[in-house]
Structure formats: C-alpha cells, structure tokens
C-alpha cells in the first residue's frame, strides 16, 4: 500500500495482484486494486475489481458506490444507478450517494 501512499498506482498493481492469488478471499484486496484501477482510469477493470470485493462484502457501502462511479465512467449507466441506490440502501450518510445516484438517474 505504500506505492499508493505515494502516488505511484502504477507500482501498486503487480504487489497488489500477487497478494490476490496468496489471498483470493479477502474483498478488500480487491477493493483496494479497485482504487488503484480507478486512479490509473483503467474503469472496465476497476468495476471487476469492485464486484469481486462485493461478492466476498456484499455490505461494503463504500465498494458500492465506487463500483458506481468506475461503471458510470464507463458509460453503463443501468448498473451504475444501482450501485449508487445500494450504496444509499447501507448507508444513508455516505459522501456523495445522494448526489451521484440523482445525477446517475438523469443518465438512464
């Protein structure tokens, strides 16, 4: 995680990759590997890691909504709304839901 630390998402993959087949259980390996997709603005592969980490955390608020935001950059707006409305359906009071899930419905 220090190569996100420092900026270098790029450097981040590969160790990144490699703890996923130590760890294929663990959704927050694939969430961060998500943030890292989604800061190199490489979204299709982003929105995979995102539903992979849901899969294992299907309550993850926050995967929610970021699978939302890699899917809307990625001009599939239908499952970007829904990511957005579940993210709400967790947690009410996360940054930014009510607003991208509005702005996602004015998409669809």
């Known amino acids: ?23 294929p259980e663990f959704a927050g390996v694939y969430f961060t590997l998500g943030l890292v997709y989604t800061e190199l603005g490489q979204n299709e592969k982003a929105v995979s890691a995102f539903q992979n980490s849901l899969r294992l955390e299907p309550g993850n608020a926050n995967a929610h909504l970021l699978l939302g935001c890699a899917s809307h950059q990625v001009g599939n707006f239908v499952e970007a709304v829904a990511a957005y409305k579940k993210s709400l359906e967790l947690n009410p009071g996360l940054w930014g839901s009510a607003d991208r899930y509005k702005n996602g419905l004015a998409c669809v």
């Open 1 to 23: 995680m220090a190569y996100c630390e420092l900026g270098e998402f790029g450097s981040a993959v590969e160790p990144i990759s490699r703890a996923l087949v130590l760890g």
